[in-house]
């Protein structure tokens, strides 16, 4: 299959699929263990947003961050592969915001409770244009930054993931199957900091692709 057949990504996708606390660099500054397995966690397609729509934080929230992430998308369907096969499944990548209530984790995590709703809040998914795999040469060497009203928050490389690509799709696809147009986000380099409404995130993959989005309250 093309990758291009997975273009459509925000309008065809079925699952949002993320991988969290997956930076060495983020263990390092928070003096954490790195976990066993990667630890993941679903999304909805309802919270896409595109360059253009606004990020618009949700009345019951105090506290919104952003984190930049390498989103990969998967372009057919995969059932229990192997890391070796894994990237034969990868049909493009995007740049991604998870866009994150850490008021709400801060409470779910001690607690063992869902992350569904400070994950998966409308506008919390904004992603970029869909990027062919001839314009990425190495996954796992791309300069991931963020800055908010000009000033750089985040600033890592895939270089420094715990759980590569290939991991993350070995890991999941023996629990579920991927489809085409799903996406994984990676996970979020050091440096995820809350967001007010009036901020103007900025964020950029390597030299492949920017993107902008203005933050509003509802
Ligand atoms: O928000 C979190 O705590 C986990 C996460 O998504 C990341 O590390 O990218
Ligand atoms: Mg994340």
Redesign the pocket.
């Known amino acids: 299959m093309a990758s291009s057949d997975c273009e459509n990504f925000v309008r065809d996708g079925k699952k949002i699929i993320?991988?969290?606390?997956?930076?060495h660099d983020?263990l390092k500054k928070n003096n954490v263990p790195a976990p066993e397995n990667p630890?993941m966690?679903l999304k909805p397609t309802s919270s896409y947003i595109v360059e253009g729509q606004d990020i618009i934080i949700p009345k019951v929230f105090t506290r919104v961050?952003h984190?930049v992430?390498l989103g990969v998308i998967i372009n057919r369907k995969c059932k229990d592969v192997s890391k070796q096969d894994a990237m034969s499944y990868v049909g493009g990548y995007c740049l991604a915001l998870?866009m994150?209530a850490?008021c709400e984790?801060g409470v779910a995590?001690p607690k063992g409770l869902p992350?569904c709703m400070?994950?998966g809040f409308d506008t919390s998914t904004p992603v970029s244009r869909f990027i062919r795999l001839r314009e990425i040469k190495d996954p796992h060497n791309l300069r991931l930054w963020l800055k908010v009203n000009n000033e750089t928050r985040q600033d890592g490389n895939t270089s420094d993931l715990i759980f590569n690509v290939p991991e993350l799709i070995e890991y999941t696809s023996k629990y579920m199957t991927l489809e085409p147009n799903d996406l994984i986000?990676?996970?979020?380099p050091v440096g995820?900091n809350p967001v007010s409404a009036g901020d103007v995130i900025e964020c950029g993959l390597g030299d492949v692709v920017s993107m902008k989005f203005n933050v509003k309250g509802a």
């Open positions: 993320g991988a969290a606390v997956n930076y983020f630890v966690f961050a984190e992430e998870d994150t850490q984790l995590r992350w400070g994950k986000l990676t996970g979020t995820a």
